[in-house]
């Protein structure tokens, strides 16, 4: 807890989870099953399951050809496009479609947070990944513990706003890290 890249890495680490705590409370409650009805609710959250499960498997193929900050970016893309999307979008009758495709990018979007997370703890404190991972976990559940609990204190408007903060500060941590290692072993390995 003491290591500079450990403090940075926090919100990213917490945001990432306060993304999956608001999709599996809020988006399942205020935007499948309110709109389309509670037995929804199992396949659209199917559908976030498998594509993490197949993204995973394909950011695990590409991570040494595209280096971590591209995946990283393009996490934030998606999440920003589908916290914006929730911000603006009314669902209609025929939207049906649409919330298994935002299920479908919220779930690529956590799969690439997911392993590119625990790809930069790897790498980072390799010489002592037993600590950084029990802070990893730590910092996870808290975000989760957040999330479920704004999911009954404030309404969805307010929450997306939350993650988009967070998400900007985690951007920054995140960001600050990997300058950290660019300027310390001069071309970072895998950035």
């Not at 199992?42 to 594509?51: A, I, K, Q």
């Not at 993490?52 to 498997?57: A, G, H, R, V």
Request: charged content about 10%; hydrophobic content about 50%; some cysteine.
């Amino acid at each position: 807890m003491r290591e500079p890249k450990q403090l940075l890495l926090i919100p990213i680490t917490m945001n990432c989870s306060m993304q999956e705590g608001f999709f599996f409370s809020d988006f399942t409650k205020s935007f499948v099953s309110c709109s389309y009805g509670l037995w929804n609710v199992g396949y659209v959250t199917m559908t976030y399951g498998v594509t993490t499960s197949l993204i995973s498997i394909v950011i695990g193929r590409l991570a040494k050809r595209v280096g971590r900050a591209v995946f990283f970016t393009l996490a934030m893309l998606l999440h920003y496009g589908l916290l914006f999307t929730l911000l603006f979008w009314q669902p209609t009758p025929d939207g049906l479609l649409i919330l298994y495709v935002l299920a479908g990018l919220w779930g690529a979007a956590v799969a690439i947070w997911t392993t590119e997370i625990n790809v930069l703890y790897g790498v980072l404190f390799h010489d002592s990944q037993e600590a950084a991972f029990s802070n990893y976990r730590l910092w996870r559940a808290i975000g989760f513990i957040l999330a479920y609990n704004f999911s009954v204190k404030l309404c969805v408007f307010i929450k997306l706003y939350i993650l988009m903060g967070t998400l900007a500060l985690s951007m920054l941590g995140y960001l600050t890290v990997e300058f950290m290692e660019r300027k310390y072993f001069g071309n970072a390995q895998n950035c």
